[in-house]
């Protein structure tokens, strides 16, 4: 409201002003503004009632259930990419929140899946705690890929990624397609004859050409513990070299650092996840992630552009874009 000039204005317009900036901006009650204006009070309420009818006075509502559409706008405009976000109370503990996520990342994922589509999956704890949440939409034709091993020196790791996998066969009635390798090799050069045997190079080529990808992030920062880093997947001189090459997180055991890039990162060559190329070819790549903690490795994932499609938390997405 401007008071810089009034004079020319029409009585009402002006009496009506003179109301509003007292009501709204000095906050006096309707008795007190009538005796200012030698008036009665119903002529004050209906002097107020002009100013807001004429534009005089604008009044907002902000609510806390509007922030996240302005949160996702946010995202849009400085990563480029559709968000999602939940909202979730600050307070809330990072396994509850983590499950708020998954909840709603299970119910927006139904809209990106339809028949004759293959999908890839990863395992963790995010797409653990997803699976769990799963609704029934029926498919023909379609297929949910592994897009990396479970293997490790403890445990062939099928139990729990198929496990993933097969939640995700039952929601869509598609079948599942499971990938029996390492999930990090000890030599890049048995990985290389691996690769050339058919029935892994059949699994590769379909990690190729999938429609869709979904995943969360590993990091070693996470309030959740991400299982590629707690499951007994990494030895001692994997910790010391991811350390040593400034890597925050990964997308199905691929390693990348804050900025994006993996060049000089040794464990990627052992590594059974696709190679960044692939990811970043996949057309949708739906990336859901929860909790502060894993702030870093977010940033990261979307300066390689990994992501298309970011389901997070209301906490984290402000983080996100320094709100």
């Given at each position: 409201m401007n008071s810089t000039s009034t004079a020319g204005l029409p009585p009402k317009t002006r009496d009506a002003l003179t109301a509003a900036q007292l009501y709204y901006l000095q906050d006096l009650t309707m008795d007190a503004i009538a005796h200012e204006l030698h008036t009665s009070r119903s002529s004050v309420s209906r002097l107020l009632g002009?100013?807001?009818?004429t534009g005089l006075v604008e009044i907002q509502v902000k609510s806390p259930l509007d922030m996240p559409r302005?949160?996702?706008?946010?995202?849009?405009?400085?990563?480029?990419v559709v968000a999602h976000v939940v909202p979730v109370p600050d307070q809330t503990s990072d396994v509850d929140r983590l499950e708020r996520v998954a909840l709603s990342a299970a119910r927006i994922l139904g809209g990106f899946v339809d028949s004759n589509m293959s999908m890839g999956v990863a395992w963790g704890s995010t797409m653990s705690a997803l699976s769990r949440h799963l609704l029934a939409k029926p498919t023909h034709n379609s297929t949910i890929v592994q897009l990396n091993g479970a293997a490790n020196p403890r445990t062939t790791g099928l139990l729990y990624a198929s496990e993933i996998l097969q939640r995700f066969g039952a929601a869509y009635?598609?079948?599942?397609?499971q990938f029996p390798v390492p999930a990090v090799f000890d030599d890049p050069a048995t990985k290389?004859?691996?690769w050339r045997e058919r029935s892994i190079s059949r699994v590769v080529e379909m990690q190729n050409s999938l429609d869709v990808a979904v995943f969360g992030l590993g990091s070693p920062f996470a309030g959740?513990?991400?299982?590629?880093?707690?499951?007994?997947?990494?030895?001692d001189d994997d910790f010391a070299s991811l350390r040593a090459a400034g890597v925050v997180g990964d997308v199905a055991t691929v390693f990348y650092r804050e900025d994006g890039s993996t060049d000089g990162i040794g464990l990627n060559e052992r590594s059974s996840g696709p190679s960044m190329e692939v990811l970043t070819g996949i057309a949708r790549r739906v990336c859901v992630v929860a909790g502060e903690t894993k702030l870093q490795s977010l940033r990261g994932a979307l300066a390689a552009g990994l992501v298309t499609d970011l389901i997070v938390d209301s906490g984290t997405a402000r983080m996100l874009v320094g709100n």
């Amino acid at each position: 409201m401007n008071s810089t000039s009034t004079a020319g204005l029409p009585p009402k317009t002006r009496d009506a002003l003179t109301a509003a900036q007292l009501y709204y901006l000095q906050d006096l009650t309707m008795d007190a503004i009538a005796h200012e204006l030698h008036t009665s009070r119903s002529s004050v309420s209906r002097l107020l009632g002009h100013a807001r009818e004429t534009g005089l006075v604008e009044i907002q509502v902000k609510s806390p259930l509007d922030m996240p559409r302005q949160l996702e706008g946010d995202i849009r405009s400085e990563f480029g990419v559709v968000a999602h976000v939940v909202p979730v109370p600050d307070q809330t503990s990072d396994v509850d929140r983590l499950e708020r996520v998954a909840l709603s990342a299970a119910r927006i994922l139904g809209g990106f899946v339809d028949s004759n589509m293959s999908m890839g999956v990863a395992w963790g704890s995010t797409m653990s705690a997803l699976s769990r949440h799963l609704l029934a939409k029926p498919t023909h034709n379609s297929t949910i890929v592994q897009l990396n091993g479970a293997a490790n020196p403890r445990t062939t790791g099928l139990l729990y990624a198929s496990e993933i996998l097969q939640r995700f066969g039952a929601a869509y009635s598609a079948t599942v397609q499971q990938f029996p390798v390492p999930a990090v090799f000890d030599d890049p050069a048995t990985k290389a004859a691996l690769w050339r045997e058919r029935s892994i190079s059949r699994v590769v080529e379909m990690q190729n050409s999938l429609d869709v990808a979904v995943f969360g992030l590993g990091s070693p920062f996470a309030g959740v513990p991400s299982h590629v880093y707690i499951g007994g997947y990494l030895d001692d001189d994997d910790f010391a070299s991811l350390r040593a090459a400034g890597v925050v997180g990964d997308v199905a055991t691929v390693f990348y650092r804050e900025d994006g890039s993996t060049d000089g990162i040794g464990l990627n060559e052992r590594s059974s996840g696709p190679s960044m190329e692939v990811l970043t070819g996949i057309a949708r790549r739906v990336c859901v992630v929860a909790g502060e903690t894993k702030l870093q490795s977010l940033r990261g994932a979307l300066a390689a552009g990994l992501v298309t499609d970011l389901i997070v938390d209301s906490g984290t997405a402000r983080m996100l874009v320094g709100n």
